[in-house]
């Protein structure tokens, strides 16, 4: 029986509670129809002036998850996951021709004119005036993109991992970007079946790193 079948979807804040790093997988693939949901889902993440500065890049070949792996220090969850997820970042998207994504906002009603005229000088102006910060906001777009969907991949039954040891070069050469500077890679989540237990490692006290109005002065709960 599909285990897909049996899933009765979890509610967000079970899925944040439940969610656990796995890092040993089966080998049941995922459907195409639940794939499907879990990138529309993915791609429904908030970025900075709407931009989706995002890339998303689903590895699911053999020879391009062996690949990856390789890039990843041959960490095993990537060949094991019937697909990895690769977040990349444009680094300047919000200097590109932004009308598909105002004329999508303007249909729907959810900008106006003013806003529509005002994201058409402002945004590119903005996204230029960042200079060497242009790489950190595009990669924190991709990485709340990446939250979406560790999340929602969690309540819908499955499994993820997020990763943050791979050699950039090495997966943008994977994902056919290796001569693209523009590029940033952001994270890597391989999502399939747990093939492990989703055991809590647990959290500090809250008055160790969460804090009222300045650093050191502990939040008590």
């Known amino acids: 029986m599909n285990p897909i079948t049996e899933v009765q979807p979890l509610d967000v804040p079970k899925a944040i509670i439940q969610r656990r790093s796995i890092k ?11 794939l499907k949901q879990l990138v529309e889902l993915t791609i429904a993440a908030p970025s900075s002036f709407n931009i989706q500065d995002w890339r998303i890049i689903l590895v699911q070949d053999e020879a391009q998850k062996a690949a990856l ?11 094991q996951a019937p697909v990895s997820f690769v977040f ?3 680094v300047l998207a919000g200097e590109k021709d932004l009308t598909p994504m105002l004329e999508q906002g303007l249909a729907s009603g959810a900008f106006n004119e ?9 945004v590119p102006q903005f996204q230029a005036g960042l200079g060497d910060k242009k790489r950190e906001f595009a990669v924190k777009d991709a990485m ?8 929602a991949a969690e309540s819908l039954g499955l499994s993820t991992c997020f990763m943050n040891g791979w ?3 090495k997966v943008k050469a994977v994902i056919g970007a290796e001569n693209d500077p523009d590029l940033a890679i ?9 093939a492990e237990p989703r055991l809590n490692p647990g959290r500090l006290p809250l008055s160790s790193n ?12």
């Open 210 to 221: 969460v804090f009222v109005d300045r650093v050191g002065n502990p939040y008590q709960g």
């Open 69 to 79: 792996c390789e890039a990843c220090w041959n960490q095993k969850q990537v060949v």
């Open 144 to 151: 709340i993109a990446a939250t979406h969907l560790v999340l």
């Open 24 to 34: 040993t997988f089966k080998s049941d693939p995922i459907t195409p129809e639940l």
């Open 88 to 90: 990349a970042a444009d």
């Open 167 to 169: 050699i950039e070069e």
């Open 114 to 122: 003013g806003t529509v005229n005002y994201f058409r000088t402002s």
């Open 186 to 194: 952001a994270v890597v989540v391989p999502v399939g079946y747990a």
